[in-house]
């Protein structure tokens, strides 16, 4: 069996639909996604409809609680947006009651056992889902994250790596939506339990689509577009 972990797509369909097209060429059996499928970008409901599509099992991320945070009255769209962009506006105007609904029964973990190998999903980390969690980050910390597991599976920081553990191995798996090593690339990683193997994936697409739209939605918000072009042609 060969499952795929994504993390942090944030409203790019884009590199989404690269992912996609890996996944469906690479035989996956299962999905697991660790949160974060809106924010900063602009399709946030078609995003939530082809994980749903692809029967992917799926968790909470932060930006999902500040959409519910939103929806709830206790923080604005406007201080949002100056913060992440147009993405929970979008989600706010796409989504219907059913879907919101849907979302807001969603876990901020999942703990699962598939071939006799057992599996920990995060979003930020163990202990605190809003922690990031980098491949420079102290050993200290990183006891923290012991789970047990043979494999435990964050996303948050945007940072894809591995650190071996204790017991087993914690994979941030990265963002598919907004890379911040490199624009223009999808970071998601493939647990093959045939051999109990983590394989790193790093999916090109062409972000020009996306810069268009933050330009025509976010022209003012600059990260959005540098972010999406670091390290392209350098």
Known sequence: MRIAVLSDIHGNVFALDAVINQIQQKQIDRI???????????????????????NATMILGNHEHLFFDCLDGLISTDSLRIRYGSGHKMAKEQFSSVEIAELRKLPNQHLDTIEDVSIACYHGSPFDKDFYLYPDTEQEIFKKCETGADFTFVGHSHYPF?????????????????????????????????NAVIEMQSTPYNVNSLLNLVNKYDPDITYLSSILKRGINE
């Open 32 to 54: 697991f996604f660790l949160g974060d499928l809106m924010g900063y970008y602009y399709h946030p409901k078609l995003i939530y409809q082809k994980l749903k599509e692809l």
């Open 162 to 194: 591995i650190a071996q553990m204790s017991k087993g191995f914690l994979v941030n798996v990265g963002s598919v939506g907004q890379s911040r090593k490199k624009g223009g690339i999808a970071n998601w990683c493939i647990l093959n339990l045939n």
